[in-house]
């Protein structure tokens, strides 16, 4: 073990993804929207120090949805997240501790609520620009960004 560190409403430390430059870590707790009844919840740790962790900033997302698999590429940080789909949010400022959603897709339009259904996760690195993303519910998409 190199560190170890926490964060306030640890529920379950589930998955993250480095920045393009690994200075950053986005990290997602799979239990704490359900648990806390707060919005969905990514948070930002600074890696630079691999010995001192420390946590940089929150993106709360515009839904209590749970967030799941999260994937960065370039300034673009994709995540998975369950009822409200996929959420592509903008971390080309993310130093400065700014991230803005940009655009979403939603493949569980029912609602947006702490539950296991709809997206589970994404794969947003093909040379196309093509994601394809699996949904529990519904199946197979193959999606790309309008402009």
Do not use: C
């Not at 997302?61 to 749970?66: E, K, N, R």
């Amino acid at each position: 073990m190199i560190s170890q560190f926490q964060y306030s409403n640890l529920w379950y430390t589930h998955q993250g993804w480095f920045t393009a430059d690994q200075r950053f870590f986005i990290l997602g707790d799979e239990l704490d929207e359900s648990n806390t009844g707060i919005n969905s919840r990514s948070l930002v740790f600074d890696f630079t120090d691999l010995d001192n962790p420390i946590f940089h900033t929150t993106y709360s997302g515009p839904t209590s949805a749970i967030d799941h698999n999260g994937y960065v590429l370039g300034n673009q940080f994709f995540l998975a997240n369950y009822t409200a789909g996929v959420r592509v949010v903008d971390i080309s400022d993310i130093a400065s501790g700014s991230l803005d959603e940009i655009g979403f897709f939603d493949t569980y339009p029912s609602n947006n609520t702490a539950a296991f259904e709809g997206v589970w996760s994404l794969y947003p690195y093909f040379p196309s620009g093509k994601i394809v993303v699996n949904d529990i519910n519904s199946g197979l998409f193959v999606i790309e960004a309008s402009n």
